[in-house]
C-alpha cells in the first residue's frame, strides 16, 4: 500500500524567464532607435505640402479673379483683392462680390503668403506667389527654403 502525500503534486511553470523578456526590451529599443528618427521629419514634410496645396487654392483663384477683371492684383492690392474689393489700380470692375477666397489662408508656420505682381521667380513673367518657409525669412535651404508657385 502506497503512502500518499498531502502536498499536492508539483505543477510545470509556465513563463518568460527574465533574459527572454531582456532580449525582447533589447530588440525593441533598437527597433525604436532604427524607426523613430525616420518619423521625426513627417511632421515637417506635412508643412511643406499643406504649403503647396495652399498656394494652389490661392493660384486658382488669383486665376478667378484674372478671368473676372482682365489681370492680376497689383503687388499693393496684394492677396486681400482676394477677399476683399480692391482700391487703387489696377480697377477690379468685374470684382466678384462674393470674392474669391472666404479669407487669406496664412502658412503652416503662421506667416502671411507672400505674392508679387510682377514676379521675380515665376518662369513665365505672371507673379510670385509663396511662403517663406519653416524660417519665415527669405531664402533658406531644406526645410528652410521658401516654397512657391515656380518650378524647382
Known amino acids: 500500500m502506497k503512502l500518499q ?18 532580449v525582447v526590451v533589447v ?5 525604436g532607435a532604427i524607426v523613430v528618427p525616420q518619423f ?19 493660384a486658382t483663384a488669383l486665376e478667378m479673379y484674372r478671368l473676372d477683371n482682365f489681370q492680376y492684383p497689383s503687388t499693393q492690392q496684394g492677396l486681400e483683392a ?4 480692391p482700391s487703387g489700380t489696377p480697377a477690379a470692375r468685374n470684382w466678384n462680390p462674393q470674392g474669391y477666397l472666404k479669407s487669406l489662408p496664412v502658412d ?18 505672371g507673379y510670385d506667389l509663396y511662403s517663406l518657409g519653416a524660417d519665415g525669412v527669405s531664402g533658406g535651404e531644406g526645410m ?9
Do not use: C
Not at 530588440?27 to 527597433?31: K, N, S
Not at 482676394?82 to 474689393?85: G, T
Not at 505674392?115 to 521675380?120: A, E, I, Q, R, V
Not at 528652410?144 to 524647382?152: H, L, Q, S, T, Y
Open 40 to 58: 521625426m521629419s513627417r511632421p515637417d514634410q506635412a508643412k511643406v505640402t499643406a504649403a503647396r496645396t495652399d498656394i494652389q487654392a490661392i
Open 108 to 125: 503652416p508656420w503662421g506667416t502671411p503668403y507672400q505674392y508679387l505682381n510682377p514676379g521675380h521667380k515665376s518662369l513665365d513673367g
Open 27 to 31: 530588440i525593441i529599443g533598437v527597433l
Open 82 to 85: 482676394l477677399s476683399k474689393r
Open 144 to 152: 528652410a527654403a521658401d516654397i512657391g508657385n515656380w518650378a524647382e
Open 5 to 22: 502525500s498531502k502536498r499536492p503534486a508539483r505543477q510545470q511553470q509556465r513563463g518568460f524567464t527574465l533574459i527572454e523578456i531582456m
